[in-house]
Every structure is written in structure tokens, then in C-alpha cells.
């Protein structure tokens, strides 16, 4: 079974900086099966990365994400306010109906 | 445009079995590209994943759920459904069903507002 790691467990920035959020898996993962989510308070999460680098339907393109491997990292170029949320990666297992979340990594308003 | 909405009941007694429904409206469910999901969030908490059901009956379920989990579709109502079985405190949460996409996407795409269970005598 494998194993998300986020950090850090939480991100305090100002507007307009850039946040950097890494997702690190405990085995190699495909990177067509990794994703991002953003969760503001009361609602559901929000796709905003698949496949480890494409941005979903609508998601703004200060938000980017990379990597490969074991080691994915989403960026956020330059924080609106409406960033400020909690931010998860997840994965899919040996078979695409097995999901796994990472522990979340909360940026907040410094 | 896809929806889905959590129903069922919102408060359910230690022991017994919590039982939530996710009916979904604006596309087909008869894709074999598609999985349908259940997730839950404990209040504060992180998200936990507890099973997925493909359009052709097949399941998959978290490990440390498992025995406690059953989840099954109805295509012609446009339904997936969830039973967690002998419940407890621990399984107050807000509970979301969700669409895995098909290629390229192959993420949770799309989400129910989710439904908050409380599990309280």
C-alpha cells in the first residue's frame, strides 16, 4: 500500500508570494494517477491537478504542478486570497478504483 | 453539467448501520472509464477514501474498512450507494461521493457537497 506525505503540514504566506507544497509517495507512483485538490471550509474538494501537471477544467494557471517518481510538488505562483485553503494530493493504487489522500498541507494568511 | 447529492440519514445510533445514497443527474454512469466513490472527512480532519464501485458491480474498499463496508450501484436509477456497518463515534463525518473521470483525467473530477453523519445515541 502506498503511503502520501505532505509538507509542511501548514504554509503561512502573504498574498501575492508563491507557494511551493510537496506530496511525497513511500513507493513510486505513476504520475498519470497522481492529482491535487484544493478544500475551503464547508465545501467539497475541488480538482485542480491531474495527471501530476495538467491543470483541471478552469483552475487558473498560477497553479502548476511537476514531479515524478515519489516526489510531486504543486506551486501556487503568486497567492490570491481565495488560495488561502487546504490543499491534498492523491493517488491511485494497483488498480484505478483504489484512491489514496495524503494528509493535507493547509496554507494560511500570514 | 454532472451532480451528485448525498442522501440519507444525518444522525445514526452507535452500533447500527449508517446507510448513504448518491444519486446522480446530468450524465451517464454506464462508462467503464467511470468509478464512483465514497469519501468521508471527520470534523477537522483529513480526507479518508472508503471504497469505490465501478458501473459493472466491482469493488474496492480501504483496507481498515473493509469488513464493515458495502457499497453498490443502480445504473437504471442513477444511484451508488454506501452501508457502514456497527458504527461509532469514530465514524462521524461529512460524507462525499465523488466521480473518478475516464483518460485522461483519472481524477475525482466531480463531487457531491457532501452530507454530515453524526453517529450519537
Known amino acids: 500500500e502506498i503511503v502520501l506525505t505532505q509538507s509542511p503540514g501548514t504554509l503561512s504566506l502573504s498574498p501575492g508570494e508563491r507557494a511551493t507544497l510537496s506530496c511525497r509517495a513511500s513507493q513510486t507512483v505513476s504520475s498519470i494517477y497522481l492529482a491535487w485538490y484544493q478544500q475551503k471550509p464547508g465545501q467539497a474538494p475541488r480538482l485542480l491537478i491531474y495527471?501530476?501537471?495538467s491543470r483541471a477544467t478552469g483552475i487558473p494557471d498560477r497553479f502548476s504542478g511537476s514531479g515524478s517518481g515519489t516526489d510531486f510538488t504543486l506551486t501556487i505562483s503568486s497567492l490570491e486570497p481565495e488560495d488561502f485553503a487546504v490543499y491534498y494530493c492523491q493517488q491511485y493504487g494497483s488498480s484505478p478504483g483504489l484512491f489514496t489522500f495524503g494528509p493535507g498541507t493547509k496554507v494560511d494568511i500570514k | 453539467q454532472l451532480q451528485l447529492q448525498e442522501s440519507g440519514p444525518r444522525l445514526v445510533k452507535p452500533s447500527e448501520t449508517l446507510s448513504l445514497t448518491c444519486t446522480v443527474s446530468g450524465g451517464s454512469m454506464s462508462s467503464t472509464n467511470y468509478y464512483w466513490g465514497w469519501i468521508r472527512q471527520p470534523p477537522g480532519k483529513e480526507l479518508e477514501w472508503i471504497g469505490s464501485v465501478h458501473y459493472s458491480g466491482s469493488t474496492f474498499y480501504n483496507p481498515p474498512l473493509k469488513s464493515r463496508v458495502t457499497i453498490f450501484i443502480d445504473t437504471s436509477k442513477k444511484q451508488f450507494s454506501l452501508n457502514l456497518t456497527a458504527v461509532t463515534a469514530a465514524d462521524t463525518a461529512v460524507y462525499f461521493c465523488?466521480?473518478?473521470?475516464?483518460?485522461?483525467?483519472?481524477?475525482?473530477?466531480?463531487w457531491g457537497q457532501g452530507a454530515l453523519v453524526t453517529v450519537s445515541s
Open positions: 495527471g501530476a501537471s
Open positions: 465523488a466521480r473518478r473521470s475516464g483518460p485522461p483525467v483519472r481524477a475525482l473530477e466531480y
